[in-house]
């Protein structure tokens, strides 16, 4: 029965400082968003080319990342999504976990919330564990962070680790005030394609 309480709000951690942690120092990293918040807090950490920001299409950001990393071996590449995005697309964990991209990491903000359609309770706030399916899956490496010393170290697993790498941070539900990137998806996807390949593209 444990499984099916939630978190004391007390050991949940700021989503924003989480992010401005992962993208600190990010060198060449490259970087999917799921839409809504994490679209918001990787902007709140600053607008990059190298951000590629899924601003629709619910359940596939791991699946883009999946595609980036298998066309990109010599690049790390990192999914920044939400619980409500990743319950959406877990199939998407079974095709990562087969393939075993070295260089992919996924990171869900786990806030136990449909944040952008109200707040309602996702299934992580009644016992699902994400990263207990991505371990199902084959991931290298899945946990649930909690702390902030454990976001320190998941930041240099990121840069470093083997994957695929699949970590659930618990944050907060607070509905921060919304830091908007670009919004045209042509222009996005130009930008990133210029980013990643260069002018001649």
């Not at 207990?132 to 899945?142: E, H, K, L, R, T």
């Amino acid at each position: 029965m444990d499984r099916l309480k939630q978190a004391p709000a007390e050991s949940r951690l700021d989503r924003r400082q989480v992010v401005a942690t992962l993208l600190r120092d990010r060198a060449d990293l490259l970087v999917i968003t799921g839409l809504g918040a994490p679209t918001y807090d990787c902007a709140a950490a600053g607008d990059h080319p190298n951000n590629f920001y899924l601003w629709g299409a619910m359940g596939g950001a791991a699946m883009l990342g999946l595609g980036l990393a298998t066309a990109q071996p010599g690049r790390r590449v990192l999914v920044i999504t939400g619980d409500g995005e990743m319950l959406m697309g877990l199939g998407a964990l079974a095709t990562i976990g087969a393939r075993k991209p070295a260089n992919l990491s996924i990171v869900v903000l786990d806030n136990e919330r449909y944040a952008e359609t109200g707040g309602q309770r996702t299934h992580t706030a009644h016992g699902v564990d994400l990263a207990a399916v991505a371990a199902g899956c084959g991931f290298a490496s899945a946990t649930t962070v909690r702390t902030k010393a454990q976001v320190d170290t998941l930041r240099d697993a990121v840069h470093t680790a083997d994957g695929p790498l699949f970590a659930a941070v618990k944050v907060d539900p607070a509905d921060l005030p919304r830091v908007l990137p670009p919004r045209d998806g042509v222009y996005l996807a130009s930008r990133f394609r210029q980013a990643l390949l260069g002018e001649a593209f």
